[in-house]
T-cell receptor
Framework: KQEVTQIPAALSVPEGENLVLNCSFTDSAIYNLQWFRQDPGKGLTSLLLIQSSQREQTSGRLNASLDKSSGRSTLYIAASQPGDSATYLC????????????FGKGTKLTVNP | EAGVAQSPRYKIIEKRQSVAFWCNPISGHATLYWYQQILGQGPKLLIQFQNNGVVDDSQLPKDRFSAERLKGVDSTLKIQPAKLEDSAVYLC???????????????FGPGTRLTVL
């Protein structure tokens, strides 16, 4: 069964700290992996998308890495700010199927001023 | 560019009642998705349309849920009759639906929060 797991479920850090969110997935035959941000009462915003042939993607203070062989991805957030507080979701598209995204349960991040 | 629109934003009903949600995708997007997100969980795909046709409805509880996509544009998702466990946020997303030569980014609407009492 194709599943996505995120650890930890919640994380609280002081402002300015660098942090890492973890995502693991079964079945390494992925097409791509995405990291989304979800704010309360709002939809999902795509942050970074890593195709299966790529090792990492960067956008501003965010860096996402992908290790297909171990079934893992990390989202690194540098110099965290209170505005980064949100739930971060990892989602995987696998090869051979529809364009369906399979999501993890998310990590709720709180950055304290 | 206008995003994915959904209505209503909130809905409260009693169990066994029926409810319908509406989604207007981004103009020109051929693929439309409905996801269910239960509190504390990630979104789960209910149904995927490519233009008017259904691509994947394997996780749609067909005894109570139905969905249609009108003329390949707007879509409605209906629940009849609703159960307590249907309380969730229902998210609509759309994408260009290009042939697989690259990632087909999904854009999400704000969702409809359903509470079944």
């Amino acid at each position: 069964k194709q599943e996505v797991t995120q650890i930890p479920a919640a994380l609280s850090v002081p402002e300015g700290e660098n942090l890492v969110l973890n995502c693991s997935f079964t079945d390494s035959a992925i097409y791509n992996l995405q990291w989304f941000r979800q704010d309360p009462g709002k939809g999902l915003t795509s942050l970074l998308l890593i195709q299966s042939s790529q090792r990492e993607q960067t956008s501003g203070r965010l860096n996402a890495s992908l290790d297909k062989s171990s079934g893992r991805s990390t989202l690194y957030i540098a110099a965290s700010q209170p505005g980064d507080s949100a739930t971060y979701l990892c989602a995987v598209q696998w090869e051979g199927g529809s364009e369906k995204l399979v999501f993890g349960k998310g990590t709720k991040l709180t950055v304290n001023p | 560019e206008a995003g994915v629109a959904q209505s209503p934003r909130y809905k409260i009903i009693e169990k066994r009642q029926s409810v319908a949600f509406w989604c207007n995708p981004i103009s020109g997007h051929a693929t439309l998705y409905w996801y269910q997100q239960i509190l504390g969980q990630g979104p789960k795909l209910l149904i995927q349309f490519q233009n008017n046709g259904v691509v994947d409805d394997s996780q749609l509880p067909k005894d109570r849920f139905s969905a249609e996509r009108l003329k390949g544009v707007d879509s409605t998702l209906k629940i009849q009759p609703a159960k307590l466990e249907d309380s969730a946020v229902y998210l609509c997303a759309s994408s260009l639906g290009v042939v697989r030569g690259g990632p087909d980014t999904q854009y999400f609407g704000p969702g409809t929060r359903l509470t079944v009492l």
